[in-house]
C-alpha cells in the first residue's frame, strides 16, 4: 500500500511542478529525451550512492530517513522528466503548426 501511495503523491507533485514552473520545461525534444536520461541515470546510482554514504551515519536510525531523503527528490525528477518528455512529444506532434494542405492566402 506504501509504494502506490508514494508513486501517486509523488506524481502529484511532479504535475505540480510542471504547472507552476513552466520556465523549467525544455525547449525541445533532445532536451527532453536528456532529462529522462540524466533522471534514470541518477536514480540508477542511488543505491551505490546510499552504500557509500550510510556507513558515515552516526545513528542506524536515521539510515531509512536518509534513504528517502535521497529516494524522494530522485524519483520526483524521474516523473517529472517524463511529464516534460510526454509533453513535448504532444507539442511537436499536435502543436499549432500547420499540418499539411495546401496554405490559404487571405486574398480572394
Known amino acids: ?3 502506490p501511495a508514494m508513486f501517486l503523491g509523488l506524481g502529484l507533485v511532479a504535475v ?11 525547449g525541445s525534444l533532445v ?11 541518477a536514480f540508477a546510482l542511488l543505491p551505490t550512492a546510499l ?3 550510510l556507513p558515515f551515519l552516526p545513528s542506524h536510525a536515521l539510515r531509512p530517513l536518509f534513504g528517502l ?4 527528490p530522485a524519483l ?3 516523473l517529472l522528466s517524463w511529464i516534460w518528455l510526454i509533453a513535448r512529444l504532444l507539442h511537436d506532434l ?5 499540418r499539411g494542405g495546401h496554405p490559404v492566402t487571405s486574398q480572394t
Open 31 to 41: 532536451r527532453a529525451v536528456m532529462h529522462v536520461a540524466v533522471s534514470f541515470g
Open 94 to 98: 499536435l502543436g499549432g503548426k500547420p
Open 51 to 53: 552504500a557509500f554514504l
Open 16 to 26: 505540480w511542478a510542471y504547472a507552476s514552473y513552466p520556465g523549467l520545461r525544455p
Open 1 to 3: 500500500m506504501l509504494e
Open 76 to 78: 520526483t525528477y524521474v
Open 69 to 72: 531523503t535521497l529516494l524522494i
